[in-house]
């Protein structure tokens, strides 16, 4: 009929509150952690413990939503033949998600020829023109700086 006093414990994840459905049964909500894994509940009833527990596997979730922004900027505009400039592209996320297997590609204009590419994270292929940025955090940026010299 109810009122007896049920806690309820997890090994990962997060538990709301027992609630008394005050027909004998009791209800608690079990959110998932970030993690793939396995969470194991146990309780106890007016403090016995209760003799079964249960187990919640969780996979790996889909991917969420992430928001990305890519800005480019030169540090000079009206570069002169010979001279060198840096191109830095900044890949930004806006969450509210992590964002995974992030990719840019930069085709440089065949009157550039590329000096040094030096990325804050992640590679750069100067074969392809592709920058593997990898993983980005809601709220992180990744920068890529391409010197590049000014050819006729």
Do not use: C, H, K, M
Request: no cysteine; glycine share 12%; charged share 5%.
């Amino acid at each position: 009929s109810g009122g007896d006093l049920v806690t309820l414990s997890t090994t990962a994840g997060t538990l709301s509150s027992v609630t008394d459905n005050n027909d004998g049964t009791y209800t608690a909500t079990l959110t998932s952690s970030a993690t793939p894994g396995t969470a194991t509940i146990t309780g106890t009833v007016n403090g016995g413990s209760i003799a079964a527990s249960a187990t919640v596997t969780f996979a790996q979730v889909a991917a969420g939503s992430a928001d990305l922004a890519i800005t480019a900027a030169v540090s000079n505009t009206s570069p002169t033949l010979g001279s060198t400039v840096v191109y830095t592209i900044t890949v930004t996320n806006n969450g509210p998600d992590v964002a995974t297997g992030i990719q840019v590609t930069d085709a440089l204009p065949s009157r550039l020829s590329l000096v040094l590419a030096e990325a804050s994270q992640g590679t750069f292929s100067v074969a392809t023109g592709v920058w593997s940025v990898g993983e980005l955090e809601a709220g992180a940026s990744a920068t890529l700086a391409l010197t590049v010299n000014i050819g006729p």
